[in-house]
């Protein structure tokens, strides 16, 4: 029983000064974007017994050895770094990690992201687990194979229907070779099995047509889909055109059931944009439910001024008769959640 306590006497210190940290740090009533100012490019949190962890994409980068850098607060706006989330599956030093993303099923935590293959320009979506919401995750050695067995297919997105049924939506190359269309990634859906692979039965939600998402002279970037239901009706939002581009931003399709058809993918960001010399590249985002219980919050990133940092951000979500639309992103002090 000694023992025990002196294994677990570190951890539950740290805990305990987290806690009086984020009490100390909550008195604030305001805040202002970011919330989090080091590098965190594709946020993704979850909300688990009162606290939130946050994962971002962490390329090559490790922290004690592991990947994805992992946050925690109580607020959604004092963040404290924890280091890595997972362990790497492969001890080879090149592969790179984007896009984890976090949820919770039966009792296991689940993080899908996508990693690097042997050849270049290859891709594939992955899930690690843990019985933790921090870690540490370890992978499953299972890829998640893209039905047209596509070789590059990255920003995985898990979502549950209220029967039960989970969904995985993800970003692929499209050749869009229709009229009207341009060729680039897109967004598909499958539907889950055991969480841990797909059913082989994947249909396109939103291809590549307007021309505010050409991140080139003909070719498209969709990517980093989040899905939301309200109302009865199912809202994929995704981001659009070049990370690095001042017309990145969020738009968003709908559907009456998850594997669609979707319709009304608009000529714009209309979900979320940037502003001219304030905030520029905001997108792949998140949604999260603040400490109230029931207000949503988007979670993203936007570039800093140098644009040497993707920060975390995050700003209300706003229900219209058009679908979700994000309050911001804002640069000026706001209500705390």
């Known amino acids: 029983m000694v023992r025990m306590f002196k294994r677990l006497a570190p951890a539950l210190a740290a805990t305990a000064l987290f806690y009086v940290a984020q009490a100390g740090l909550a008195a604030p009533e305001t805040?202002?974007?970011?919330v989090y100012a080091d590098d965190m490019p594709d946020p993704s949190v979850i909300r688990y017994e009162g606290v939130y962890y946050?994962?971002?994409?962490?390329?090559?980068?490790?922290?004690?050895g592991r990947i994805f850098t992992l946050l925690r607060s109580t607020n959604l706006v004092?963040?404290?770094?924890?280091?890595?989330?997972?362990?790497?599956?492969?001890p080879d030093p090149y592969r790179q990690y984007w896009a984890p993303e976090i949820t919770y099923a039966d009792g296991k935590f689940y993080l899908y992201y996508a990693m690097s293959g042997s050849e270049p320009g290859h891709f594939e979506n992955r899930v690690a687990t843990s019985s933790t919401p921090a870690g540490p995750y370890t992978d499953t050695g299972n890829v998640l194979v893209d039905c047209a067995t596509n070789s590059y297919t990255i920003d995985p997105f898990p979502f549950r229907d209220d029967d039960g049924q989970w969904y995985f939506y993800y970003s692929c190359e499209l050749t869009n070779v229709e009229p009207g269309l341009h060729p680039g990634t897109g967004i598909k859906v499958d539907r889950l099995v055991g969480m841990i692979r797909l059913a082989g039965d994947c249909h396109v939600v939103v291809k590549g047509r307007y021309k505010w998402t050409l991140a080139g002279k003909n070719w498209n970037v969709l990517e980093g889909p989040c899905v939301l239901k309200h109302g009865g009706r199912y809202y994929c939002i995704y981001s659009g055109n070049g990370y690095k581009s001042l017309h990145y931003g969020l738009d968003c399709v709908v559907a009456d059931q998850p594997l669609g058809p979707y319709t009304g993918q608009g000529d714009s960001a209309r979900v979320l944009h940037d502003v001219s010399g304030k905030?520029?590249?905001?997108?792949?985002?998140?949604?999260?439910?603040?400490?109230?219980?029931?207000?949503?919050?988007?979670?993203?990133h936007a570039w800093n001024p140098d644009m040497t940092k993707r920060q975390m951000c995050i700003d209300k979500l706003i229900w219209t008769s058009d679908g979700p639309r994000c309050d911001g992103?804002?640069?000026?002090?706001q209500p705390v959640p």
Do not use: C, E, K
């Open 54 to 64: 946050a994962f971002g994409t962490s390329g090559r980068g490790r922290v004690n």
């Open 279 to 300: 905030v520029r590249g905001p997108g792949h985002n998140d949604v999260v439910v603040g400490p109230d219980g029931h207000t949503q919050y988007f979670v993203y």
């Open 329 to 333: 992103p804002t640069f000026t002090p």
């Open 78 to 90: 004092n963040w404290q770094r924890l280091g890595g989330a997972m362990i790497p599956p492969t």
């Open 31 to 34: 805040y202002t974007n970011p």
